[in-house]
């Protein structure tokens, strides 16, 4: 049972993979995976409590369970409208967009990306 719950009514409108060493780091991995939403459809169910924030630049605060360490959700300075949700909080297979690579420039020597999303060198082009 998850300490920390939440539930969001409303679509996933975003789907990446960030390979910016920040994200590496924290993750424990050769990318981290999130689905953005917006903040207005997002709510805590449970543990927000349980909460502890981490400023992890000028523009990301990053949101972890301090009991255990589970990464919840990142928000963006620059998008005060939505949350980026880790998805390895996510339970279930939930519908998304297809999904992108971001910061590929940074991402880890030893990991091959091996399949045939977009790729970014750092944030996408504004459209």
Known sequence: MWGVTYQVD???NDFSHCHCSQCRRLHGGAFATFAGVERENFSYLSGEEELVY???SDSHQRVFCRNCGANILVALKDEPESFYLSMSAIDGEPLR????HIFVGSKAPWYTINDQLTQYETFPEEE
């Open 10 to 12: 409303g679509s996933i």
């Open 54 to 56: 981490y400023a992890s």
């Open 97 to 100: 967009p297809e999904g992108y």
